[in-house]
Each structure stands twice: as C-alpha cells, then as structure tokens.
C-alpha cells in the first residue's frame, strides 16, 4: 500500500524559511516523479512544484518560482521543499502527492500524504 | 497557464440522485484531465485520470467523460459518501491546474 508522510510545516515569520519533507513507502520511489500541492484555508488546490524521478527536471508554479526549492533523495525514499523568502500568502495546507506514470513525469496524481500545515505570519 | 472552470460551484442532491459536473479548460487539453475528490481535513482522492480512466478500487457510479475542452463527472446514484468537494486538474502541459472546485450538498 502505498503511504507518503509529510513533516516540517510549522509556524513562521514573513521572510523566513522552512524544510518539508515527504517519506514514501509502499512502491518504488525512484521510478516515479513526485509533486508538491498546497490548499490555503478554505480554498482550492494549486500546484505548487514537481520533480522527475531521477531528480533531472523540476518545475515550479509561478507564484513559488526562485523561492521554493523541490528536491529528492531516492536512496531515503523523500522528496523534499525547501521554502524561503515566505509570504503570508504561503499559508497553507502542503500536500505531497505520487505521479501516476512510472515511465515518464505526466502531473496527473493518484497517491496523496495527509498534508502539513505551513501558517506564515507576524 | 490553461485555466480550468467548473461548475457549478455549489450542488445539491438527494441520495439516489444522478449528477453531473462539468469543467471546462481555457484551451485544448486532449484528454489530460483527472477528477479528484476532496473531504474536510483530508487529502484529495483520485476517481478518474484520462478523462474517462476509472481509478482502481473507485465505485463504478463514477463516471467521466469529455475531450478538447470540456469534460463531466457523472455519478449515477448518490451515496451518503459521496457528499463531498470534486476537483477537475489538467495535466496537459508541464503547469499543471485545477478547477476551482464543486461542493456536493445533501438536498
């Protein structure tokens, strides 16, 4: 079964840093890409950042672009999203989710983790 | 960035109803559009990838259809456990968008 566990949200000033991470079990992590979706209170979902299973390619939502960082490490089975420069708008409820094809990178979801909460403020 | 719509926003139904949602992408998108459902304080669950993609273990009232630029979520009788916010998401180009959401209220 597949399982992804988040950590690292927490509370923080406008302009600080956070480190989220996601550990994954139940399949072969380094086959799959991995994406990071976040909710803010009492919205929809946006998409917040991707990466390839081979760690070659990132993409990133305009609204994160040079302040998030998505990474992974395939031999400990976690990706990984670095936040920095954090706005109030950043508050939010941070998924981290599996991509659908193991062949290649292709957006669509089908494993999610329960979410961490990210609440940036003064 | 392709902009998805969906609607309606808000939607009310009895138990043993049928309902449709639809969602409708700024641009052609093919087929890449999957359908999620969300409960309070949990995580979105994928129902549908593809368009009309039927995920494994999802009940087969589930239902979807649509290509280019619209698409429908179709169940096809309400159950108690369905009541609950339905997401379109494309994945058609490398910024990935979803629709703004339906809520799916007990009548």
């Known amino acids: 079964e597949v399982h992804l566990l988040e950590s690292g949200g927490g509370f923080v000033q406008p302009g600080g840093s956070l480190r989220l991470s996601c550990s994954a079990s139940g399949f072969t992590f380094s086959k799959y890409a991995m994406s990071w979706v976040r909710q803010a209170p009492g919205k929809g979902l946006e998409w917040v950042s991707s990466?390839?299973?081979?760690?070659?390619?990132?993409y990133y939502a305009d609204s994160v672009k040079g302040r998030f960082t998505i990474s992974r490490d395939n031999s400990k089975k976690t990706q990984y999203l670095q936040m920095n420069s954090l706005r109030a708008e950043d508050t939010a409820v941070y998924f981290c989710?599996?991509?659908?094809?193991?062949?290649?990178?292709?957006?669509?979801?089908?494993?999610w983790g329960q979410g961490t909460p990210v609440t940036v403020s003064s | 960035d392709i902009h998805m719509t969906q609607s309606p926003s808000t939607l009310s139904g009895s138990v043993g109803d049928r309902v449709t949602i639809t969602c409708r992408a700024s641009q052609s998108i093919n087929t890449w559009l999957a359908w999620y459902q969300q409960k309070p304080g949990k995580a979105p669950n994928l129902l549908i990838y593809d368009a009309s993609t039927l995920e494994s273990g999802v009940p087969s009232r589930f239902s979807g259809s649509g290509s280019g630029t619209e698409f429908t979520l179709t169940i096809s009788s309400l159950q108690p456990d369905d009541f609950a916010t339905y997401y379109c998401?494309?994945?058609?180009?490398?910024?990935?968008?979803f629709g703004q959401g339906t809520k799916l209220e007990i009548k």
């Open positions: 989710a599996k991509d659908l094809n193991d062949v290649m990178i292709s957006f669509g979801l089908d494993h």
């Open positions: 998401q494309h994945y058609n180009s490398y910024s990935p968008t």
């Open positions: 990466i390839s299973s081979s760690s070659g390619s990132t």
